[in-house]
């Protein structure tokens, strides 16, 4: 009985999973159309209200994707410095030769990088059985 529900549960799940995986992002323009649709529906707005809301939302669209986008480089900047830092703190810890090692090591994880997606030891465990 555990095993079914289990089961159950486990298919409900992986089904959220992919169908939340293949929803698509709607586009700032769509975005747009759809609130002026809401509002024209909600408070009978003329046509003139319609576009003057249009382009003050299309806009609103652009500056939000600006502001989301330098929030990005600065998290990646912050990142690289918390890096950069820690870096610093280690090479104080590792011997010559160590640090040696840790550069090859280094080396070796940026080529198995690839394309991204993780590689390495992670993805070539043994199954569970």
């Given at each position: 009985?555990?095993?079914?529900?289990?089961?159950?549960f486990l298919s409900l799940f992986v089904f959220v999973a992919f169908a939340q995986e293949q929803r698509q992002r709607a586009?700032?323009?769509?975005?747009?159309?759809?609130?002026?649709?809401?509002?024209?529906?909600?408070?009978?707005?003329?046509?003139?209200?319609?576009?003057?809301?249009?382009?003050?939302?299309?806009?609103?669209?652009?500056?939000?994707?600006?502001?989301?986008?330098?929030?990005?480089?600065?998290?990646?900047?912050?990142?690289?410095?918390?890096?950069?830092?820690?870096?610093?703190?280690?090479?104080?810890?590792?011997?010559?030769?160590?640090?040696?090692?840790?550069?090859?090591?280094?080396?070796?994880?940026?080529?198995?990088?690839g394309d991204g997606r993780r590689q390495g030891p992670r993805s070539e465990k043994a199954p569970r059985q």
């Open positions: 009985m555990r095993k079914t529900i289990l089961s159950v586009t700032p323009e769509q975005m747009v159309e759809r609130q002026v649709k809401t509002l024209t529906e909600k408070l009978a707005l003329t046509a003139e209200q319609q576009e003057k809301i249009k382009t003050l939302s299309m806009a609103r669209a652009e500056k939000m994707q600006e502001a989301r986008q330098t929030r990005n480089q600065q998290q990646s900047d912050q990142m690289k410095q918390r890096e950069q830092e820690y870096e610093s703190e280690l090479n104080k810890v590792l011997t010559a030769e160590q640090k040696t090692k840790y550069e090859e090591y280094k080396k070796e994880r940026m080529q198995n990088r």
